[in-house]
C-alpha cells in the first residue's frame, strides 16, 4: 500500500474503503462477508474507512468490525454529520453522540459535514454554531480532523473552502467528472492550501466499469495497457499527487485484492500523454451514447410522488449504452414491476428533486424523454397486465 499525508502528517492509505456498498443478506448488511472484506484491506495496509450516519446500517457494522478485531487504533474512521437533518445546536451532539455509541469509540479520526452543495448550506449550520462546537469537540479529541463532502458546483467548493480553516474534504472526481462539480479546479484549489482530497465516486458508482460502451472498451483494450476499466480509473486518480485518499465501495475479496494491487503500484506523474488521450477517447465514446449524466447518486430520492428517477435513468442510458431491448428489460424488472408503483406518469411537477441533483439535471424533462422511450405502448399494456397478475390481491398497484 502507498501512503499520503494529511495536512497534521499522518499517512492515509491511497485507497480508502467506502464503507457503503456491503452485500446484503436478507435485506440487511452481511456483516460477515463485510468483515472479511474490511479485513483483506486493512491486511493490505488500508487504513481509511468511510461510513455516514444515512449509510443505513455501515456505522453499526463497522463499529462491529473493528471491536471483533480490535483494529479501531489502527485505522481511521470518517464520518459525517447528517446536516440537512440539523435545525439546532442540540441536533449537532444528539447526531454525533450516537454515531460514536454506533462505532463503538470515543472519537472520530474525520468529520465531514455530509453532503453541502452551496455555502447557503454551510451558512447555515454557523447560524447553529456549528464553528464553537467544532472548537470544542477538536479540543475534548472527540474530533480530530474537520471536513465535507461536496455535491455542488465549483464556485460554491470554492467559496467553502476558503470559509473556514478545513482539515480536509471530499469530492466526486472522476475521469468522466474531470471538470463537473468541485473538478480540477477545485482539487488543486484544495491542495493549495494544504488540504487532502479524498476523492468519492472514481467510478462513478460502477458506470465506468459496468456501463462503458464496447467502443470504450475497445480503445482500452487497443491501448496495450492491459489495464481494467477500474484500473484505468483509479491510476488516473493516483496519477494526480493533489489526490490524497480514493475511495472505493469494495463489497468482494476480489476487488479489494484488485484495488490494492493498484494502489500499491500507481504513482503520481506515471500517466502518459498515451494514457490521457486513451481516456479522452473514452469519454467521448461514453458521451456520444449516454442520454443522462445520472450518476446514481440518489440525493434527489425519496420522491413524494415515489418515481424513481435514478432508476429510471440507468435504464433509459442501458438503452443506449448497451441496448434498447436490454435497457427496456432491465426497466421492467427494476422499475416497472416494484410492489409499489414507480413510474414517471405519477410525477406532479414538483421540481423537488431538481434542488438536490448535485449533476444538474432538468430532472423532470429527462424523465419524461426517459419515460417515452422506455415504455412505448406494447411494452405499457406489457407491464401492466403482468402487474395486474403479480399483484391482483391487491387495488393499489395499478399502472399510472
Ligand atoms: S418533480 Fe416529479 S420526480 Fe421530481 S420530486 Fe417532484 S414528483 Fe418526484
Ligand atoms: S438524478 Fe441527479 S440526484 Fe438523482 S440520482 Fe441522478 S445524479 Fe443523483
Known amino acids: 500500500m502507498q501512503y499520503r499525508k494529511d495536512k497534521n502528517g499522518n499517512e492515509l ?49 463497522i463499529g462491529e468490525i473493528f471491536e471483533r478485531n480490535n483494529i479501531r487504533d489502527k485505522i481511521n474512521i470518517a464520518t459525517k454529520l447528517p446536516q440537512y437533518l440539523v435545525s439546532n445546536r442540540a441536533a449537532l ?3 454525533f ?10 472519537h472520530v479520526d474525520y468529520y465531514l459535514m455530509h453532503h453541502l452543495t452551496d455555502v447557503a448550506m454551510w451558512e447555515k449550520l454557523k447560524n447553529v ?33 476558503n470559509d473556514y480553516d478545513w482539515d480536509i474534504c471530499q469530492i466526486q472526481y472522476n475521469y468522466f467528472d474531470e471538470h463537473s462539480q468541485a473538478g480540477v479546479r477545485g482539487l488543486k484549489a484544495a491542495a493549495e492550501k494544504g488540504i487532502p482530497v479524498v476523492i468519492m465516486e472514481p467510478l462513478r458508482g460502477g458506470k465506468l466499469v459496468n456501463m462503458l460502451p464496447a467502443s470504450a472498451k475497445k480503445v482500452m483494450a487497443n491501448s496495450g495497457r492491459g489495464w481494467s476499466p477500474a484500473e484505468w480509473s483509479f491510476r488516473w486518480l493516483y496519477d494526480q499527487p493533489e489526490v490524497t485518499v480514493v475511495l472505493s465501495g469494495m463489497n468482494t475479496v476480489e476487488m479489494v485484492q484488485e484495488n490494492c494491487r493498484t494502489a500499491s503500484s500507481a504513482l503520481a506523474g506515471q500517466f502518459t500523454e498515451k494514457d490521457k488521450a486513451v ?43 448497451e441496448s434498447k431491448s436490454e435497457g427496456r428489460f432491465q426497466y421492467a424488472q427494476t422499475v416497472g414491476l ?48 403482468v402487474r395486474k397478475f403479480m399483484f391482483r390481491k391487491s387495488k393499489t398497484n395499478n399502472t399510472p
Not at 472527540?142 to 464556485?155: L, P, V
Request: proline share 4%.
Open 93 to 95: 451532539d444528539k447526531y
Open 338 to 385: 416494484t410492489k409499489e408503483p414507480a413510474f414517471v406518469t405519477q410525477c406532479i411537477g414538483c421540481g423537488k428533486c431538481e434542488k438536490h441533483c448535485p449533476q444538474e439535471i432538468p430532472i423532470r424533462k429527462k424523465l419524461k424523454e426517459a419515460d417515452k422511450a422506455l415504455r412505448p405502448l406494447p411494452y405499457k399494456i406489457g407491464i401492466n397486465l
Open 279 to 321: 481516456l479522452a477517447e473514452v469519454t467521448e465514446k461514453i458521451k456520444e451514447q449516454e442520454k443522462v449524466g445520472c450518476t446514481g447518486c440518489r440525493y434527489c430520492m425519496p420522491c413524494p410522488k415515489g418515481v424513481d428517477i435514478p432508476g429510471t435513468f440507468r435504464c433509459y442510458n442501458a438503452m443506449y449504452i
Open 13 to 61: 492509505s491511497v485507497l480508502g474503503f467506502g464503507c457503503m456498498r456491503f452485500q446484503k443478506k436478507n435485506g440487511k448488511i452481511d456483516i460477515d462477508e463485510a468483515e472479511k472484506d474490511i479485513m483483506e484491506a486493512f491486511n493490505a495496509g488500508v487504513n481509511y474507512f468511510d461510513t455516514a450516519y444515512v449509510y443505513s446500517g455501515s456505522e453499526v457494522t
Open 97 to 106: 453522540n450516537e454515531e460514536l455509541s454506533r462505532l463503538r469509540t470515543d
Open 129 to 161: 454554531g456549528v464553528i464553537q462546537w467544532i472548537a470544542e469537540k477538536k479540543k475534548s479529541g472527540a474530533i480530530r480532523n474537520i471536513g465535507f463532502s461536496y455535491h455542488g458546483n465549483t464556485d460554491g467548493f470554492l467559496k467553502i473552502l
